[in-house]
């Protein structure tokens, strides 16, 4: 079974990133031949600084290393060392209806958030589609807001398909309902754009400042306290045992314990829970070369893997 899954160099990743496409990654290395991509070239809809995105691209590397994917179980690669995905993104774009790109709410998402309405912008989703079918990827772990883009491949996939054969192998999405939505420091969802995220390379002064902004009511310290919709229990249900969890949501109920305590000890569960994700990056950062030698392998991997596809579909439409 191929998995596959990317993540955008649009800044560095947070806690969001983490325990929402991370780690669910880091766990699927272990069931089968997993491909994980930089989207670099996605990330030029937004980036446009090339220092920032050379940068950013580093630390999506870093920290996935640092995370726990491991190379020998998984090809850790950017998206733009591999080229034929665009000429495949540009195969499929002759055969993808306007109707299917005018339905895809993350174009209309992205411009009501301010993102000029670039034809990349647009046409996001065919190079999605490419990047996911490129592969013969089986199975795309994404959350549930994220299915329309393995459905629109699919749906590309099998418009392809009835023109040209059967060149393109149909992915399955894995919808991962158990990943909640990591709520953000001001209790929207925590995303680079909104500014409201807990950064994993965070000094430790700014991770605890930031830990003990969240925003909470003003129940008095004796008072029993709400745990419906508690920024500082959703968060720490991300790290803490069922049994450490129980305790504090009971804590929350009887009263007699301010949310300054509560948020000292969610620092130290979050802080202590990356512990081993700050001694990995400690080492990768002192050898350089150890980063860019495994993207290269992993492009050399994925790309050997591209061109059996692209060779397919090259044949297919008569360009062989």
């Known amino acids: 079974m191929r998995i596959l899954s990317g993540i955008q160099p649009s800044g560095r990743l947070h806690l969001g990133n983490y ?132 459905e629109v491949a699919r749906d590309i996939a099998i418009k392809f398909n009835e023109i040209y054969g059967q060149a393109l192998k149909l992915p399955e999405a894995e919808i991962r309902d158990s990943v909640a939505v990591v709520p953000g420091l001001d209790g929207q969802k925590m995303s680079k754009s909104y500014g409201n995220g807990i950064f ?8 605890r400042k930031k830990v003990m902004g969240i925003k909470t009511d003003s129940t008095p310290v004796e008072a029993p306290k709400s745990i419906e919709g508690s920024l500082i229990l959703q968060l720490y249900r991300l790290v803490g045992t069922p049994a450490e969890c129980r305790a504090m949501e009971a804590s929350f109920q009887a009263g007699g314990t301010g949310y300054g305590e509560y948020k000292k000890e ?17 080492e990768l950062e ?30 297919a439409v008569g360009l062989c």
């Open 19 to 150: 325990f929402g496409m991370m780690r669910p990654a880091i766990e699927l290395q272990e069931k089968g031949e997993a491909f994980y991509f930089i989207a670099d070239y996605h990330a030029l809809t937004s980036i446009q600084s090339p220092a920032d995105l050379r940068v950013f691209s580093r630390e999506v590397a870093l920290d996935l290393l640092a995370s726990g994917l491991d190379p020998g179980r998984a090809v850790l690669f950017r998206q733009s060392d591999v080229p034929e995905v665009t000429e495949l993104s540009w195969i499929l774009s002759t055969v993808t209806p306007m109707g299917l790109l005018q339905r895809c709410h993350s174009y209309k998402d992205k411009v009501a958030r301010g993102l000029a309405a670039s034809h990349g912008l647009f046409a996001y989703p065919v190079l999605m589609a490419a990047d996911i079918l490129i592969y013969d990827s089986d199975l795309v772990p994404v959350g549930r807001d994220q299915k329309q883009h393995v």
């Open 200 to 207: 994993l390379s965070e000094p430790e002064g700014s991770f």
């Open 266 to 282: 969610l620092f130290r569960a979050l802080w202590g829970h990356f512990a081993n994700y700050r001694r990995r990056r400690a």
């Open 286 to 315: 002192a050898s350089p070369g150890r980063v860019e030698a495994v993207l290269e392998e992993g492009a050399m991997k994925a790309r050997a893997a591209a061109r059996v596809v692209l060779g397919r579909v090259r044949k």
